[in-house]
């Protein structure tokens, strides 16, 4: 059987992967990590701000219930803890912003347990995160020591037909009135973290859609079109006719100091968000991390959520 890394330098990429090789990935830098804490005054914790209209009452949509998860980053625990909860919470389709894996010790469980669900829930394609780009390709430009460990480490561990599927995660999604990417609509290619509202309010000419899900910053917020806040609320009902910007957290490595587990629930016809906290045992991960071999700080980081 061929390594991974043999594949990459073999393997004809579909569109999503070949033409893009030429871009940097990134990671955040420690002086990123700490823009959420210097700019909090970016942060609103109420509804104050946000305009629109309501749906009437009565009116009818095509109903679905889409749960949203990213940043998994190969946590076996958080993602089986984030499932349970979905399964309580019931949903009809899976949606994922990408990072399947990175940094974490279980790259080939989450991938195919990912895969599992997805299968279950309407084989909607996963999208294509920066760490999942790094494994599948190689190329670590960027990328920290920690996490330039972590993304060598998984294209060892990594089953060739595990290799492929990374390979066929896609940049874009769109379906019903949504549209998903894993860092910026604009150039998702080079995974720029959308922090600023500034910039963020840019974004809304590079989609069509209501609703955009990003991930990459691990930290869950709202953002509404024609504001200049962050949300970050439990639920937020969106009003008819306003379009908006979700950041759905990070299922395996939480970075808004809160280290449980981190999605999105969206229901299309009452239009409500929900953003779910799970608690999972990241004790459990860290052991596995050092066990593994890989960097201690990279399972030390999860128990505060940073």
């Known amino acids: 059987m061929d390594h991974p890394s043999r594949i990459a330098a073999n393997h004809s990429f579909p569109d999503t992967i070949q033409c893009k090789l030429r871009h940097k990935i990134g990671i955040r830098s420690l002086k990123q990590e700490k823009f959420l804490r210097k700019n909090h005054r970016f942060f609103d914790y109420s509804l104050s701000n946000v305009k629109g209209r309501m749906p009437p009452a009565g009116l009818e949509r095509n109903m679905t219930r889409y749960a949203v998860i990213s940043d998994i980053h190969s946590n076996q625990e958080a993602l089986d803890a984030v499932l349970a909860d979905m399964g309580d919470q019931g949903f009809d389709r899976l949606l994922c912003c990408g990072d399947l894996v990175g940094y974490g010790p279980n790259p080939t469980y989450c991938i195919e347990r990912f895969r599992e669900v997805q299968e279950k829930y309407g084989q909607v394609p996963c999208i294509l995160g920066n760490h999942d780009h790094a494994v599948v390709t190689g190329i670590l430009i960027g990328f920290n020591p920690e996490a330039a460990v972590a993304a060598k480490w998984t294209r060892e561990q990594i089953t060739q037909t595990n290799f492929r599927r990374l390979s066929r995660f896609v940049w874009r999604w769109t379906e019903d009135n949504l549209f998903l990417t894993h860092s910026s609509p604009e150039t998702p290619e080079e995974w720029e973290y959308l922090y600023a509202p500034s910039r963020i309010s840019t ?22 079109q024609g504001t200049d806040r962050l949300l970050t609320v439990d639920e937020f009902q969106v009003p008819d006719g306003v379009r908006c910007i979700v950041n759905c957290g990070s299922v395996g490595q939480p970075r808004d100091g809160d280290p449980r587990a981190s999605y999105c629930l969206y229901d299309s016809n ?37």
């Open 203 to 224: 974004q809304f000419n590079y989609f069509e859609q209501e609703i955009c899900f990003v991930g990459h910053t691990h930290q869950p917020y709202v953002f509404v």
């Open 270 to 306: 009452k239009r409500l968000l929900q953003f779910r906290r799970v608690e999972y045992d990241f004790n459990l991960t860290l052991t596995k991390i050092i066990n593994s071999g890989l960097p201690e700080i990279l399972g030390r980081r999860l128990e505060y959520g940073y």
